[in-house]
Each structure stands twice: as C-alpha cells, then as structure tokens.
C-alpha cells in the first residue's frame, strides 16, 4: 500500500509563506509525476503545480512567480513553497503523485488534503 502524507498548511496573513510538504510511503518502486490541486467550494479542483519527470515543472497561471515545487526523489517528497499569498489562495490543497508500485504496476495516489486559509 502507497499512502501520501501532507503537512506544513495552516493559517497565515496575506503577504505570508507557507511551505507544504507530501511524503509517500510503502511500496515505492519507482516516483512518476507529482502534483498539487486546490479546491474551494463550489469550484473544480484545480492544478496549481507538477513536477514531472526530468525535473519539469509546470504552474497555474495565478501562481507564478508566487510558488515554487520541488521534489525530492531520494525522500519521496515534494514540496510547495508559497510565497506572497493572497486571500484568495484559500483552498483545501491535495498532493497528488503517479506511483510504481512494482516494475509494471503503477497507479495514481491522492493525499488527504490540508487547509490553507490566508486572511487579508
């Protein structure tokens, strides 16, 4: 079994930082992508950043500049550190990860998520 464990959210001011953290444990083989997704309600959960296999990193448009991935492969963790937030990065965050399991066994993986509000 593959588990995703998220820390690091929380509540801070509009202008803060925060850092998120999403470890995975078990049976790892082998790391694919690594992703976080925001959510709020009554929007569609959205893709705020990856970090794809030969260091590729991809961001939202509303995030740039602003958050930063980062992966760790001898850990299994990847980070997201974020950085002059604003309001209206309050969301639920969900670290989501493609993980081997076996040299031809692989599967997608959802963290619980972890709240980030940010006052104004």
């Known amino acids: 079994q593959v588990q995703l464990v998220e820390s690091g959210g929380g509540l801070v001011q509009a202008g803060g930082s925060l850092r998120l953290a999403c470890k995975a444990s078990?049976?790892?083989?082998?790391?694919?992508?690594m992703r976080w997704f925001r959510q709020t309600p009554g929007k569609q959960r959205e893709l705020v950043a990856a970090a794809y296999s030969h260091t590729n990193t991809d961001y939202a448009d509303s995030v740039k500049g602003r958050f930063t991935i980062s992966r760790d492969n001898v850990k299994n963790t990847v980070y997201l550190q974020m950085s002059s937030l604003k309001p209206e990065d309050t969301a639920v965050y969900y670290c989501n990860a493609h993980i081997a399991t076996a040299e031809y066994t692989s599967a997608d993986y959802w963290g619980q998520g972890t709240q980030v509000t940010v006052s104004s």
């Open positions: 078990g049976s790892v083989f082998r790391l694919g992508y």
